[in-house]
């Protein structure tokens, strides 16, 4: 029996019978209700993201900080709450849910995760980091990672003119 790849959904890989419930239960800790880690381990902020998209079963779409996260920006808190776009309204600790309407073009695929583009991703961050300092911060980290123009954030808010916050962005 090899390392399971994790995060993991422990109902999955039990199904499959990847791993006894047991094994899972001592080599293991759940991070969200149902989605395993080592126990021990510390989450990067991707992994915690990736976490966060298992725990609603593959629906929702990871947004702000998480995405960016998971666009290769750098510096992304790990100890932050993951962001996801999702119609729950109870989310389990560590989990941020936005209900923000999406649009297809906004909605891109990274290593098979629904993940928010870089440019909807900069509208985000924008709106919702509290200082200006830290919010260029965040999105001077994402530009370097994914070139977008402020062109490209602009499109966004375009599509979006009656979102909240647009002052702070």
Same mark, same amino acid.
């Not at 510390?42 to 996260?69: D, M, N």
């Not at 530009?143 to 979006?160: F, G, L, M, R, Y």
């Given at each position: 029996m090899g390392e399971l790849d994790w995060p993991f959904l422990g109902a999955e890989a039990l199904a499959c019978k990847a791993i006894p419930e047991r094994a899972m239960r001592s080599l293991y800790e759940a991070v969200y209700p149902g989605v395993y880690?080592?126990?021990g381990v510390e989450l990067t902020a991707s992994q915690r993201a990736r976490a966060a998209w298992l725990w609603? =079963?593959?629906r929702a779409v990871v947004t702000g900080q998480?995405?960016?996260a998971l666009l290769g920006a750098k510096w992304v808190d790990p100890l932050a709450p993951a962001e996801l776009a999702y119609r729950n309204r109870r989310p389990p600790a560590q989990i941020t849910v936005h209900t923000?309407?999406?649009l297809d073009a906004e909605v891109l695929a990274v290593d098979s995760i629904s993940v928010t583009s870089p440019a909807r991703t900069a509208f985000d961050?924008?709106?919702r980091t509290t200082t =200006?300092?830290?919010a260029l911060q965040r999105l001077d980290a994402l530009t370097n990672a994914t070139d977008i123009k402020?062109?490209?954030?602009e499109a966004v808010i375009a599509e979006h003119s009656g979102a909240r916050s647009l002052l702070r962005l």
């Amino acid at each position: 029996m090899g390392e399971l790849d994790w995060p993991f959904l422990g109902a999955e890989a039990l199904a499959c019978k990847a791993i006894p419930e047991r094994a899972m239960r001592s080599l293991y800790e759940a991070v969200y209700p149902g989605v395993y880690v080592p126990w021990g381990v510390e989450l990067t902020a991707s992994q915690r993201a990736r976490a966060a998209w298992l725990w609603s =079963r593959r629906r929702a779409v990871v947004t702000g900080q998480s995405a960016a996260a998971l666009l290769g920006a750098k510096w992304v808190d790990p100890l932050a709450p993951a962001e996801l776009a999702y119609r729950n309204r109870r989310p389990p600790a560590q989990i941020t849910v936005h209900t923000d309407r999406l649009l297809d073009a906004e909605v891109l695929a990274v290593d098979s995760i629904s993940v928010t583009s870089p440019a909807r991703t900069a509208f985000d961050i924008g709106r919702r980091t509290t200082t =200006r300092l830290q919010a260029l911060q965040r999105l001077d980290a994402l530009t370097n990672a994914t070139d977008i123009k402020p062109s490209d954030v602009e499109a966004v808010i375009a599509e979006h003119s009656g979102a909240r916050s647009l002052l702070r962005l």
